[in-house]
């Protein structure tokens, strides 16, 4: 069973930047993807980048050119720059494989205008 484990989540001031990282363990596929999410409060939970084994990634629009997610082996970063108020949400750290889906607990990015 696969296990992540998130950090780097807090408050920040727009303008400013924040990373966030996932470590995974027990990954036994060696094709998976591992990405972010995020949820904002009221509305649905939404893809904000993902980084799949092949080394190809996607982003959301919103995010594009402020955001970057990088992987090393089982551990995916993102590192999020010229943050915005319209940025805060629960970030969520997701595995996929096509047949197993695991998601991390979570952790809030609050950003003050």
């Known amino acids: 069973q696969v296990q992540l484990v998130e950090s780097g989540g807090g408050l920040v001031q727009a303008g400013g930047s924040l990373r966030l990282s996932c470590a995974a363990s027990g990954i036994t596929f060696s094709i998976n993807t591992m990405g972010w999410y995020r949820q904002a409060p009221g509305k649905q939970r939404e893809l904000v980048a993902a980084?799949?084994?092949?080394?190809t990634t996607n982003y959301a629009d919103s995010v594009k050119g402020r955001f970057f997610i990088s992987r090393a082996k089982n551990t995916v970063y993102l590192q999020m720059n010229s943050l915005k108020p319209e940025d805060t949400a629960v970030y969520y750290c997701?595995?996929?494989?096509?047949?197993?889906?695991?998601w991390g607990q979570g952790t809030k990015v609050t950003v003050s205008s």
């Open positions: 997701k595995y996929t494989d096509g047949m197993y889906d695991e």
């Open positions: 980084f799949r084994s092949g080394g």
